[in-house]
C-alpha cells in the first residue's frame, strides 16, 4: 500500500523556518518525482515545488529563493526546508507521487500557519 507522511508543521512567527518531511513507502521511491502542493484557508491548492527522479527541483514563483526541496532516496523521503515565512504560508501542505505528470498519491497534511 502507498503511504506517503507528511511530518514538521506547526506555528512559527514572520521570517522564521520550519522543515517538512514526508516519508515514503509501499513502492520504490527512487524513479519517482515528488512534489509539494499547499491549499491556504479558502483557496485552492497552489503547486510549491517539485523534485525530480535525477534531484532536478523547480520552484512556484511565489517560494523561489525561500523554499529547497531535496529528497534522501535511502531514507525514502522527501523534505522541504521553508524560511523566510511569511503570513501568506500559511496552509495545509502536501506532498504528492507524480506519475507521468499526474499526482497520483497524497499525504494527509500538515498545517503551517505563520503569525506573530
Known amino acids: 500500500e502507498v503511504q506517503l507522511v507528511e511530518s514538521g508543521g506547526g506555528l512559527v512567527q514572520p521570517g522564521g523556518s520550519l522543515r517538512l518531511s514526508c516519508a515514503a513507502s509501499?513502492?520504490?521511491?527512487?524513479?519517482?518525482?515528488m512534489t509539494w502542493v499547499r491549499q491556504a484557508p479558502g483557496k485552492g491548492l497552489e503547486w510549491v515545488s517539485v523534485?525530480?527522479?535525477?534531484?532536478?527541483?523547480y520552484y512556484a514563483d511565489s517560494v523561489k529563493g525561500r523554499f529547497t526541496i531535496s529528497r534522501d532516496d535511502d531514507m525514502n523521503t522527501v523534505y522541504l526546508q521553508m524560511s523566510s515565512l511569511k503570513p501568506e504560508d500559511t496552509a495545509v501542505y502536501y506532498c504528492?507521487?507524480?506519475?507521468?505528470?499526474?499526482?497520483?498519491?497524497w499525504g494527509q497534511g500538515t498545517q503551517v500557519t505563520v503569525s506573530q
Open positions: 504528492t507521487r507524480n506519475d507521468w505528470g499526474t499526482a497520483d498519491y
Open positions: 523534485i525530480l527522479s535525477g534531484g532536478d527541483t
Open positions: 509501499g513502492f520504490t521511491f527512487k524513479p519517482y518525482t
